[in-house]
């Protein structure tokens, strides 16, 4: 699977020729726009924003990955997989993955 994909503010997937060149352009303020697999009915998506010293624990700036991938079986079976080559890029020395349901608001009030 690729991240060759930009979401538009319509929420429409365009093609990104060169992504390696937008990434690299998008880092320079920090973090990196969010990137997909340009599948409206199995969405993988990416985004990376860096955090202040001040914003972050223990006052040492950090840099978040999030990721959103179906939690179907097929999105299952890779999601270890995903989560460690994610981590292994970032040099991560942490992380945790949560179901989207596990943080929204309904989930909460259930």
């Known amino acids: 699977m690729r991240l060759d994909w930009r979401v538009a503010e ?13 990434l690299a352009e998008g880092t320079k303020a920090g973090g990196f726009s969010l990137v997909c697999n340009g599948d409206k009915s199995h969405p993988v998506m990416i985004y990376g924003l860096e955090l202040p010293a001040n914003s972050s624990p223990g006052g040492q700036a950090q840099f978040e990955i999030h990721a959103q991938m179906p939690l179907d079986a097929a999105g299952l079976t890779v999601v270890a997989d995903v989560l460690e080559v994610v981590a ?23």
Do not use: Y
Not at 88 to 110: C, I, K, N, Q
């Open 10 to 22: 319509d929420g429409r997937p365009i093609a990104l020729p060169q992504r390696d060149a937008w």
């Open 88 to 110: 292994e890029s970032a040099r991560a020395s942490w992380g945790h993955a949560t179901p989207s349901s596990g943080s929204s608001p309904a989930a909460l009030t259930d």
